[in-house]
C-alpha cells in the first residue's frame, strides 16, 4: 500500500513561511490535496489536485508536487494557522485514500 | 453552500451495533461519493468506506466485514452501521462528501462529526 511521511511537527514565529512536505515514492504522478484540521474541528480542504484552492481559502495557501515530495506553502502563518495539516492522494489500485500521518503547525 | 449533519448515539455497549445518519442540505445527494471517516483521541483519519449516489460501496478492508452504508436519495441522507463494535471503535466519526477528478478523489465537505463511545 501507498505511503505518506510528512514530519510531525513544523514550529516557526508569526509572519514566516511555513512549508509541510509530504513524502511519497514518485508522488508527482498522484495528485496531492490537503486538510487543515484545528482541535476539535472537522479538517477543512485548503489544497486540490496539488495547487487548486477552495473558494474562502486564503491566497497565503499553496501547494506544489515534484518528484518525491509535495509541498504545502503558508505564507505569513499566524496564530490562526495552528493546526494539524494533513496531505492525501487516492490509491486508484485499492480505491481508497492514502492520508499522511498529519504535521502539526505551531506558530511561536 | 452544501452542508453535512451527523446524529445518532453517541454511546453504543460492545457487542451492539453504532448506527449514524449524515444528512445532506444546500445541495442534492443525487451525485458524489458520500463518505465516512473516522478518527480516534489524538490519532489520524482513518477512511471507513464510500457509497456513490446509486449505492454503489467501497469499504476499508479492515473493517469490510463489520460496516455496512445505504442512502435515501428521498431523504437527502446517508448512513453508517458498524456491527459488533468494541473499544476501538471509540472516535469522532465524520461524513463528508467526495469529489473525483481524473483518477483521484478529494473531500470538499465535512460534517461537524459526532462522538461515538463504546462502553457498558
Known amino acids: 500500500s501507498y505511503v505518506l511521511t510528512q514530519p510531525p511537527s513544523v514550529s516557526l514565529a508569526p509572519g514566516k513561511t511555513a512549508r509541510i512536505t509530504c513524502g511519497g515514492n514518485n508522488i508527482e504522478t498522484y495528485s496531492v490535496h490537503w486538510y487543515q484540521q484545528r482541535p476539535g474541528q472537522a479538517p477543512i480542504l485548503v489544497i486540490y489536485y496539488d495547487t487548486d484552492r477552495p473558494s474562502g481559502i486564503p491566497e497565503r495557501f499553496s501547494g506544489s508536487n515534484s518528484g518525491n515530495t509535495a509541498t504545502l506553502t503558508i505564507s505569513r502563518v499566524g496564530a490562526g494557522d495552528e493546526a494539524d495539516y494533513y496531505c492525501?492522494?487516492?490509491?486508484?489500485?485499492?480505491?481508497?485514500?492514502?492520508f499522511g500521518g498529519g504535521t502539526k503547525l505551531t506558530v511561536l | 453552500q452544501v452542508q453535512l449533519q451527523e446524529s445518532g448515539p453517541g454511546l453504543v455497549k460492545p457487542s451492539e451495533t453504532l448506527a449514524l445518519t449524515c444528512t445532506v442540505s444546500g445541495g442534492s445527494i443525487s451525485n458524489y461519493y458520500w463518505t465516512w471517516f473516522r478518527q480516534s483521541a489524538g490519532k489520524g483519519l482513518e477512511w471507513i468506506g464510500r457509497i456513490s449516489a446509486r449505492g454503489n460501496t467501497n469499504y476499508n478492508p479492515s473493517l469490510k466485514s463489520r460496516v455496512t452504508m445505504s442512502l435515501d436519495t428521498s431523504k437527502n441522507l446517508f448512513s453508517l452501521k458498524v456491527n459488533s463494535v468494541i473499544a476501538a471503535d471509540t472516535a469522532m466519526y465524520f461524513c463528508?462528501?467526495?469529489?473525483?477528478?481524473?483518477?483521484?478523489?478529494?473531500?470538499?465537505?465535512w460534517g461537524q462529526g459526532i462522538l461515538v463511545t463504546v462502553s457498558s
Open positions: 492525501q492522494v487516492w490509491d486508484s489500485d485499492n480505491d481508497h485514500p492514502v
Open positions: 463528508a462528501r467526495s469529489i473525483d477528478r481524473g483518477y483521484s478523489s478529494t473531500f470538499d465537505y
